[in-house]
């Protein structure tokens, strides 16, 4: 009897470690970040939203945002703070991600979960305005 309980825990334990290690599939999204949050009650988690510009015309005739929703690791704060700079110089990114087969209450609010930042630009800044300005 022991030894089937220590083998359904073993597997059990091999399951979690998939589901929580394993991502299903990676690659990039471009756009402006729009949003960085550490929001929750219990667990607290980095949220962001990328804005990814606008696509088509849709049945009224207005064009769309297209929107993508990621979280990011708590752990890895240079991301968060290059997050944070690109966010409030309103430049385009391209942002890596890994998609996680299923999430964690402490994780995140997504399946994505942002691993890199890649500005599109050098940032400058104007003396005049003390405002971050892009070089052409």
């Given at each position: 009897?022991?030894?089937?309980?220590?083998?359904?825990?073993?597997?059990?334990?091999?399951?979690?470690?998939?589901?929580?290690?394993?991502?299903?599939?990676?690659?990039?999204?471009?756009?402006?970040?729009?949003?960085?949050?550490?929001?929750?009650?219990?667990?607290?988690?980095?949220?962001?939203?990328?804005?990814?510009?606008?696509v088509g015309k849709s049945q009224s005739s207005?064009?769309?945002?297209?929107?993508?929703?990621?979280?990011?690791?708590?752990?890895?704060?240079?991301?968060?703070?290059?997050?944070?700079?690109?966010?409030?110089?309103?430049?385009?990114?391209?942002?890596?991600?890994?998609?996680?087969?299923?999430?964690?209450?402490?994780?995140?609010?997504?399946?994505?979960?942002?691993?890199?930042?890649?500005?599109?630009?050098?940032?400058?800044?104007?003396?005049?305005?003390?405002?971050?300005?892009?070089d052409e």
């Amino acid at each position: 009897m022991k030894k089937v309980i220590a083998i359904v825990v073993v597997i059990l334990l091999a399951v979690f470690t998939f589901f929580y290690f394993g991502s299903y599939s990676s690659g990039t999204q471009a756009g402006v970040v729009m949003k960085i949050s550490n929001k929750g009650m219990i667990f607290k988690t980095w949220e962001g939203r990328l804005d990814m510009g606008t696509v088509g015309k849709s049945q009224s005739s207005a064009l769309g945002t297209k929107i993508f929703e990621f979280s990011i690791d708590g752990g890895n704060e240079e991301l968060i703070k290059k997050l944070e700079e690109v966010q409030l110089s309103g430049q385009r990114v391209n942002l890596g991600f890994k998609q996680k087969y299923m999430i964690f209450p402490w994780q995140g609010d997504t399946k994505y979960f942002a691993t890199s930042v890649q500005s599109s630009g050098v940032i400058k800044e104007e003396k005049k305005t003390g405002l971050p300005q892009l070089d052409e």
